[in-house]
């Protein structure tokens, strides 16, 4: 029987043999998902040498806990975990490089988009778009390069009731944009 | 079917959704975050918010990626091997070595000692595996299908996603089908019950043959194919050996 798999259901099937302790199954996931995980940790922690710390961590956790994480949903589990991993590091040790240029840092890194389809993409940049640009700031800042509250109202200079209330909505018009 | 744990304060769908936005946004002070996690732990309805946000928020910015340094890989290998070291003499050693078990170790130890040292521990690997979903909620258990050395020995096994549970489930009755790729014809695989016991449920040539060549299994909730259907999920051939 031959089943072309996407991606997802690659990840799926090799999320749920780990679940079975197969370390060749943890290899093959460390192959197919450990550039975009350093890449998503360098974002945040921005230091090459950090980053790969943190990601032999992460993957050490991913196998010690998978039992743990949902057999359906092993991309967004693992890069939650990632990112937690990060943003923890971060609020400990400080950031190496507070303002850092991302073209300083990720000269001949690669880009790939993650969104499922065109028209998924399509339609969260237009309702992205919508928000206004302190808004997509903030959310930004949080999102990819993980800022807390405190370094974002550093960052944009804005007290931070107002910067919790502009995630806060700016989240809520997203989700009603997307969902309409 | 599907028992939720949530506190109650918690099954305010607003509240659900402020909370798991800032997670995944990564803004909650780190006590929140564990409760979260904690509650997460207990209701994989979390999850379902979980990766609606990640999807939302994912496409926000092309992902970058970038080769680590290949000694990340070679120091996870290691760890991982270490630890399979300290479980191999904690299985062998336990808490009751002093007298018996130190006995028939070391004559263990002489009879076979070559071969579990140059032996590499075997993993059984399934040749069929099918993530099985409620209409409701996804990823209750995941069975697995394993090829056996001579017909009659394959075998089938359920492994349990460890947040999801049965209660409220009248499993008693259940029944496991598979339907064929090409025709679409279902065949009866058995009662569901036979899959929850401590040995694997061994699957006849006929039952092989029909888990083989499946699209999807599913369970019914009795002897009729036309009767609700609990669980599906579609059956991924894991490996391409001749069978």
Known sequence: MVIVVTTNEELQVLFARIKLRDRKAFEMLYRQTNRKLYGLLIKIVADRNIAAELLQEGYLKVWFIAEQG???????WMCQLMRNLAIDHVRQHGRLHPHFEEADILPEIQE??????????ALLTRCFSSLT???RQAIKLAY??????EEIVERLSHPLGTIKSWIRRGLQ??????DA | MHRRL???RYSNPTIREHLVSQYLLGTLSLKTRRRLEFLMAQDIAWYELVIQWHSHLSGLEPMISDNPPSWVWGNIEATLSKQEKVHFWHRWWGNKWPKFSLTCAVLLFLFSSSMLLMTEPKIATPSYIAVMSSPEKSDYFVLMAYKGDKPGKSSMRLKWNARRNLSGANMETAMLWAKD?????????????????????????????SVKNSSELFI????????????KGICIELSSSPT
Do not use: M
Not at chain 2, 194 to 200: A, D, W
Not at chain 2, 220 to 231: A, E, G, M, P, Q
């Open chain 1, 70 to 76: 949902p057999v359906t949903y092993p991309w967004a």
């Open chain 1, 112 to 121: 790939s988009n993650e969104t499922d389809t065109a028209d998924d993409l």
């Open chain 1, 133 to 135: 640009q302190e808004k």
């Open chain 1, 144 to 149: 990819i390069h993980g800022y807390s509250h």
């Open chain 1, 173 to 178: 018009e997203l989700k009603q944009c997307i």
């Open chain 2, 6 to 8: 949530t506190p109650v």
């Open chain 2, 181 to 209: 790729k090409d025709t679409g014809q279902l065949t009866l695989l058995g009662r569901f019950a036979n899959l929850q016991g401590p040995q694997p449920k061994l699957l006849t040539p006929n039952e092989w043959r």
């Open chain 2, 220 to 231: 019914t909730v009795n002897k009729n194919h036309d009767s609700t259907v609990l669980f």
